[in-house]
């Protein structure tokens, strides 16, 4: 790969040049000399073009080399019409027309350097276009240059690797505004009151997530009544009818709400068309001619109901990123999520909307950790909590032992406040702290259970001695107390 200099017998020099899957050669008679220079420039030519990033032709006459304005102006025609959405390929035509021409449509093609791309960033960094803007700005003019490299006009893109110039930090959820509960419910009371027209629309809207261009496209025989759901299969930009944005059909639940709407919306246009003895649009939303809604109507409209209500400007589309979080702040599953709105990918969801996941979870953490060891006599005592017990007076001890003593109280008069252990709650101790005590065994203590006296078991002793000194008389009570604490697996 690069530029050699030979020469043929018989015939005279050659140059011969191999850049980027890209053979040239190029005949200079028995002229050495200039043949030696030729080579020499064109080899420095291309090491410069390796290293800055800008376009170089190969050997080529200079006639066959278009202006900036007329590649473009094909490649609009040819390839983003024909291969884009209609949407995108307007876009494109669009920023072609009011930035790239202007700055760069009469220089040709291999004539455009990185430094001219510089100064035209700069440019619209004065305008104040944020670097977003100028990326998608730049998109067109870079995937030109990579069909004009595929064509063999240059052999590299100047637009490529333009680093930080056109990069931003932005983070994916920084442009999402969507509203509370309070505020949808403000802007649906005021459709359903001033525009009852669009009233079904909006509420749509904030109860699927749809685009706008998908609930424009939306038609009735995409609203399934019995199974209680929408299926997406079309989406209209520009007017015009194409794919959804990752070109599949997906379905999306309805609300109760909303499906009770739909179906009194369609009975009203059943209504309708028998009464002017026509067959009823395929449309779900229509506007006031009649006719498939437009994104205009709906824009119009939109911002109206928020003037009305009182509310903050925000986009129509932040109805979706709406619909998204009230979804995240009732608990659904993120997967969920992403196949209601369609996302290409459950990743796309998650850069959006984490920040919206809220919760302290350092409790998973904590549970990676070893199982602590049980303290042994000497060691800083553990911390109490409320549901241990505390020393009480001799009326609240007493109703204790009597409990213990009398195992048909604690089966009748017990209250199971934990799983499967009840919780004697009677008297004075439904205001004092709780004693959980195991239910009785089936058969006698006496002879068919040993109990063994732990540590455990020796701290619980201590406790339940401070708490029943007064009542624990005999010894005989006392293991019986112990022995079902044990088996509880309190202690």
Not at 329 to 339: F, T
Not at 382 to 401: C, G, H, K, L, N
Request: some cysteine.
């Amino acid at each position: 790969m690069g530029v050699k200099l030979r020469e043929r017998p018989g015939k005279g020099w050659y140059v011969f040049t191999d850049w980027n899957a890209q053979r040239k050669a190029k005949f200079f008679g028995k002229n050495k000399a200039l043949a030696k220079a030729f080579a020499d420039k064109l080899a420095a030519k291309l090491k410069w073009a390796e290293q800055s990033g800008e376009a170089v032709t190969l050997a080529t006459p200079d006639g066959t080399i278009p202006t900036v304005a007329a590649y473009l102006t094909e490649w609009l025609t040819v390839y983003a019409e024909a291969h884009c959405k209609a949407s995108t390929a307007e876009g494109y035509r669009q920023v072609v027309r009011q930035h790239i021409l202007p700055a760069l449509g009469s220089r040709r093609l291999c004539d455009v350097t990185r430094t001219d791309l510089k100064r035209l960033i700069s440019a619209l960094v004065t305008q104040g276009r944020k670097k977003r803007t100028i990326h998608n700005i730049l998109t067109p003019l870079k995937e030109a240059y990579q069909h004009a490299i595929d064509d063999g006009l240059v052999t590299t893109n100047p637009v490529a690797h333009l680093g930080r110039m056109t990069s931003t930090r932005e983070s994916a959820d920084s442009h999402i505004d969507p509203l509370t509960t309070d505020e949808v419910r403000a802007l649906l009371s005021v459709a359903q009151d001033r525009w009852r027209r669009y009233y079904p629309l909006l509420l749509c809207a904030v109860r699927t997530g749809l685009r706008q261009g998908e609930l424009i496209g939306l038609q009735w025989g995409d609203v399934d009544f019995a199974g209680q759901f929408l299926e997406i299969r079309r989406a209209v930009g520009r007017r015009r009818e194409t794919t959804t944005k990752t070109h599949k059909i997906r379905r999306v639940d309805l609300s109760p709400q909303l499906a009770l709407v739909l179906q009194a919306l369609k009975e009203m246009r059943h209504l309708e068309a028998s009464l002017v003895d026509r067959q009823m649009p395929d449309w779900v939303f229509l506007g006031p001619n009649g006719r498939r809604m437009t994104n205009e109507l709906i824009r119009k409209t939109f911002y109206a109901c928020l003037e009305a209500a009182g509310l903050r400007h925000v986009r129509f589309h932040d109805l979706r990123h709406t619909f998204a979080s009230l979804l995240i702040h009732q608990g659904a599953n993120v997967k969920y999520i992403q196949q209601q709105l369609g996302h290409g990918s459950i990743s796309i969801t998650l850069d959006v909307y984490s920040h919206l996941f809220h919760g302290d979870h350092r409790h998973h953490v904590s549970r990676l950790d070893d199982p602590q060891e049980d303290p042994v006599v000497g060691e800083p005592p553990m911390r109490e909590y409320a549901t241990q017990p505390q020393p009480q007076d001799t009326a609240v001890t007493r109703t204790i032992s009597e409990g213990v003593d009398n195992p048909r109280d604690l089966e009748d008069g017990g209250v199971t406040e934990w799983p499967n252990v009840p919780v004697l709650k009677t008297g004075d101790l439904a205001r004092g702290p709780r004693v959980q005590i195991s239910p009785p065994p089936p058969t006698s203590l006496d002879k068919r259970y040993t109990f063994s006296v732990s540590r455990r078991v020796s701290r619980c002793s201590a406790g339940i001695a401070r708490v029943c000194a007064p009542c624990l008389s005999s010894s005989e009570t006392t293991s019986r107390i112990l022995g079902r604490v044990s088996l509880s697996g309190l202690v």
